[in-house]
């Protein structure tokens, strides 16, 4: 068994950890990682490790597990992901809100709807990018912009742009991490508090950022009433 099998045991059952994922598909694990990304990032299904799998991926890469070249297994992985959007996309324009407004579905829970739809309101276009990096989101967020009938060349951009981004950084971290550092593979559960960090950084820098530009217009405001008050 892999040393990263025993390390990642908290983090999940079996069968969705990572490691055990690649190990069991053996020469087809880069086959099964394709399939994996285009179902979390295309057919609602949220629960799938995506962040995850993409660093372990790269990891595998650095220490020889998993034989594919790096580059051919970025490209290939990024083509996934971003054909799963562009069919996540097609379910929410073809099917519609039918498919979101059922309270009593297993699949499809209202919360996450809930809290994807008011991450799509806030940051519109951008969201498409920043959910690549934020799990849950990014798996409802591409079928709620065809609901929406977001643009479909916008859409088509962006998606692109934010495939290309989760799928490089996220992998390069993993093989990183693997060729300079082989203690990693024995400290997977730190590894993947640090992909959680990572992955909520872009909606910090946009919490962050919308705070300040309240601010600024709360003081703009006091500044025109002062004048009246007096």
Same mark, same amino acid.
């Given at each position: 068994?892999?040393?990263?099998?025993?390390?990642?045991?908290?983090?999940?059952?079996?069968?969705?950890?990572?490691?055990?994922?690649?190990?069991?598909?053996?020469?087809?694990?880069?086959?099964?990682?394709?399939?994996?990304?285009?179902?979390?990032?295309?057919?609602?299904?949220?629960?799938? +490790?995506?962040?995850?799998?993409?660093?372990?991926?790269?990891?595998?890469?650095?220490?020889? #597990? $998993?034989?594919?070249?790096?580059?051919? #297994?970025?490209?290939?992985?990024?083509?996934?992901?971003?054909?799963?959007?562009?069919?996540?996309?097609?379910?929410?324009?073809?099917?519609? +809100?039918?498919?979101?407004?059922? +309270?009593?579905?297993?699949?499809?829970?209202?919360?996450?709807?809930?809290?994807?739809?008011?991450?799509?309101?806030?940051?519109?276009?951008?969201?498409?990018?920043?959910?690549?990096?934020?799990?849950?989101?990014?798996?409802? $967020?591409?079928?709620?912009?065809?609901?929406?009938?977001?643009?479909?060349?916008?859409?088509?951009?962006?998606?692109? @742009?934010?495939?290309?981004?989760?799928?490089?950084?996220?992998?390069?971290?993993?093989?990183?991490?693997?060729?300079?550092? +082989?203690? @990693?593979?024995?400290?997977?559960?730190?590894?993947? $508090?640090?992909?959680?960090? $990572?992955?909520?950084?872009?909606?910090?820098?946009?919490?962050?950022?919308?705070?300040?530009?309240?601010?600024?217009?709360?003081?703009?405001?006091?500044?025109?009433?002062?004048?009246?008050?007096?």
């Amino acid at each position: 068994m892999h040393p990263l099998t025993a390390a990642v045991t908290a983090l999940g059952p079996e069968w969705l950890q990572p490691d055990a994922i690649l190990e069991r598909f053996g020469t087809w694990a880069v086959v099964a990682v394709l399939v994996i990304l285009f179902v979390e990032c295309g057919l609602l299904i949220f629960f799938l +490790p995506g962040d995850s799998l993409l660093f372990v991926t790269g990891l595998f890469i650095a220490t020889g #597990a $998993i034989a594919t070249p790096l580059w051919l #297994a970025i490209a290939l992985m990024a083509v996934a992901a971003i054909a799963g959007n562009l069919v996540g996309y097609w379910i929410g324009a073809k099917v519609g +809100p039918p498919l979101f407004e059922r +309270p009593n579905s297993r699949l499809v829970k209202p919360k996450h709807v809930a809290q994807t739809h008011a991450f799509f309101e806030k940051y519109g276009a951008r969201s498409i990018v920043l959910a690549r990096f934020v799990p849950i989101v990014r798996t409802f $967020i591409t079928a709620l912009a065809g609901v929406a009938h977001m643009d479909y060349r916008k859409y088509a951009r962006y998606s692109i @742009i934010g495939g290309l981004a989760w799928v490089v950084l996220v992998t390069l971290l993993g093989y990183f991490l693997g060729n300079r550092f +082989p203690a @990693i593979e024995h400290n997977i559960e730190l590894i993947a $508090i640090i992909i959680v960090a $990572i992955s909520v950084l872009p909606i910090g820098f946009e919490i962050l950022k919308a705070r300040r530009e309240r601010r600024t217009l709360a003081e703009a405001v006091e500044d025109t009433i002062a004048p009246h008050s007096d």
